[in-house]
């Protein structure tokens, strides 16, 4: 069955410093990827996904995901942390051969200090 | 759009109460989706239906919960009796099409439940 795991339930950075969130996947095919970000008191939103197109995905508000297949990674990155990128960060997985369902990882909280 | 509707925002109850939450989908998308989310358990998909029929509920923690969709542009989830384990954030989502797609959240629903 196919599976996420967020490497660290808490990230902290400072204001300028590059973000690192890492995602690993267990997928029994090649799997659709997605991270969603949760603002404080707020459903969870789209960051960007990855459909077997281009392995390096580009998101909104500056962050970006590679899919590496040899390392079953899907991390998030951003060059530049801005204050206001302080949420809750969540991997999820859907299985191509499956069902319509998303995995959610357990979610990484991402601190950024000024 | 106005996005993905849900009453209440917030709702108190005592135990053994029924309690009722409500959803609005977004027009036009055929997936809804239920979540739980917890501290102690993270992000949970409950039951989803597609087309106003239940695809999976084997999310659904015991007999005491029930999803229903009498139409494309409504949903419910209601708990009877309520037990303060049920306390959390119930998220509603919707899609158009199958999981590759992205899922619109709502607000999300914070139950508390004495």
């Known amino acids: 069955a196919q599976s996420v795991t967020q490497l660290g339930s808490h990230v902290s950075v400072s204001e300028g410093a590059l973000v690192l969130l890492r995602c690993n996947y267990s997928?029994?095919?090649?799997?659709?990827l997605f991270w969603y970000v949760q603002y404080p008191n707020q459903g969870l939103q789209l960051l960007l996904k990855?459909?077997?197109?281009?392995?390096l995905v580009k998101g909104i508000n500056g962050f970006e995901a590679e899919f590496k297949k040899s390392e079953t990674s899907f991390h998030l990155t951003k060059p530049s942390a801005h204050m206001s990128d302080a949420a809750e960060y969540f991997c999820a997985v859907s299985d191509r051969t499956n069902t319509d369902k998303l995995i959610f990882g357990t979610g990484t909280r991402l601190q950024v200090f000024p | 759009d106005a996005g993905v509707i849900q009453s209440p925002r917030h709702e108190v109850t005592e135990m053994g109460q029924e309690v009722t939450l409500r959803c609005k989908p977004i027009s036009g998308h055929d997936y809804l989706f239920w979540y739980r989310q917890t501290m102690m358990r993270g992000l949970e998909l409950l039951i989803y239906?597609?087309?106003?029929?239940?695809?999976?509920d084997s999310g659904m923690p015991e007999d005491r919960f029930s999803a229903k969709m009498p139409n494309a542009s409504f949903s419910t989830l209601k708990i009877q009796p309520s037990e303060p384990r049920d306390s959390a954030v119930y998220f509603c989502?919707?899609?158009?099409?199958?999981?590759?797609?992205?899922?619109?959240f709502g607000p999300g629903t914070r139950l508390t439940v004495l």
């Open positions: 239906f597609n087309n106003n029929v239940p695809i999976d």
């Open positions: 989502a919707s899609s158009r099409g199958l999981a590759r797609n992205e899922q619109f």
């Open positions: 997928s029994s095919v090649p799997p659709y």
């Open positions: 990855y459909t077997s197109a281009a392995t």
